[in-house]
C-alpha cells in the first residue's frame, strides 16, 4: 500500500492546467506530472518515425517498439523515448495537429495511464491532463476541473507563440470514446478567466482543503 497523495486537475486546452499544476508544486513541494506531454511525446516520435497518425494500427505497432520512460527533474515529470527526450518539439504545430488523434487510440492510453500511476509508487503528485480525476486517480478525493471562456483559452496559446487549434482539440477529446474530457465525480470546479495567476492558486487550494486536503507550505 502507498501513502502518497496524488491531486488530479484535468480541463480543455489552454484552461492553465499546467500553469496551476506547476504552481501547487512549488508551494507545497508535490511533483508535478504533465500527462499530455506523455501524449505528445508519442505523437512526436510516431511523426519522426513517418508513421501517419490517423492509421491506428501502424501508431499502435510503433508504440510496440517504443522505450518509454517516465521520471522527474527536481519537481517536474520528464518522458524519455528511446533515449531522446525531446523537448520544444513537444509543443510544435505539426504535433498540437495530431496528439487528440493519437490520445484517442485505447492500447496507447493504456500505457500512458499506467505509467502515470506508477508515479504514486514514489511520490506525492499534482497530476494534470483530461481523465486524471475519472480515469488515472478516480479514487483520490483531490480533483479539481479547471475552465475558461474559449476566447480566453484560444488568446492564451496565441500568446505563448503557438499554432493550437484549441477548439478542435477541444472537441476531439471530449467526445472520443475512451477516457474522454468530462468533470469527475467529486470534482471541484474552478473558472480561471477572471483570475490571475496568483488568485488562481489561492482559489484551488481553498478547494482542495475544502476536499480535505491538508499542505504544508514549503519554505
Ligand atoms: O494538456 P495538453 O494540451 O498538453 O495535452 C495534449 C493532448 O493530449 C490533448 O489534446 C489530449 C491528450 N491528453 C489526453 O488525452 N489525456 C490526458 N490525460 C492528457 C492529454
Redesign the pocket.
Known amino acids: 500500500m502507498n501513502h502518497h497523495i496524488a491531486i488530479a486537475i484535468?480541463g480543455p486546452?489552454?484552461s492553465g492546467?499546467?500553469t496551476l499544476a506547476r504552481e501547487l508544486s512549488k508551494r507545497f513541494g508535490l511533483t508535478m506530472v504533465?500527462?499530455?506531454?506523455?501524449?505528445?511525446a508519442v505523437t512526436w516520435k510516431v511523426l519522426e518515425l513517418g508513421v501517419d497518425p490517423k492509421n491506428p494500427s501502424a501508431v499502435i505497432a510503433a508504440l510496440d517498439g517504443m522505450d518509454l520512460e517516465c521520471g522527474v527533474d527536481g519537481r517536474v515529470s520528464t518522458i524519455t523515448v528511446d533515449g531522446e527526450r525531446p523537448g520544444a518539439e513537444l509543443r510544435s504545430e505539426a504535433v498540437n495537429r495530431s496528439?487528440?488523434t493519437v490520445?484517442?487510440i485505447p492500447e496507447v492510453?493504456h500505457r500512458l495511464v499506467d505509467l502515470?500511476r506508477s508515479y504514486l509508487g514514489f511520490t506525492d503528485v499534482v497530476m494534470?491532463?483530461?481523465?486524471?480525476g475519472t480515469v488515472?486517480f478516480p479514487d483520490t478525493p483531490f480533483k479539481i476541473y479547471i475552465d475558461a471562456d474559449a476566447d480566453v483559452r484560444a488568446n492564451r496559446r496565441v500568446e505563448m507563440g503557438e499554432v493550437d487549434a484549441v477548439h478542435d482539440?477541444?472537441r476531439?477529446?471530449s467526445s472520443r470514446k475512451t477516457?474522454p474530457?468530462k468533470i469527475a465525480e467529486g470534482a471541484a470546479i474552478l473558472d480561471t478567466s477572471k483570475h490571475t495567476i496568483e488568485s488562481g492558486v489561492d482559489a484551488a487550494v481553498s478547494l482542495l482543503e475544502g476536499q480535505g486536503l491538508e499542505l504544508r507550505k514549503q519554505p
Do not use: C, N, P
Open positions: 484535468d486546452a489552454a492546467k499546467s504533465s500527462s499530455g506531454e506523455m501524449y505528445r496528439v487528440s490520445a484517442a492510453r502515470q494534470e491532463g483530461r481523465d486524471i488515472v482539440r477541444d476531439e477529446d477516457a474530457l
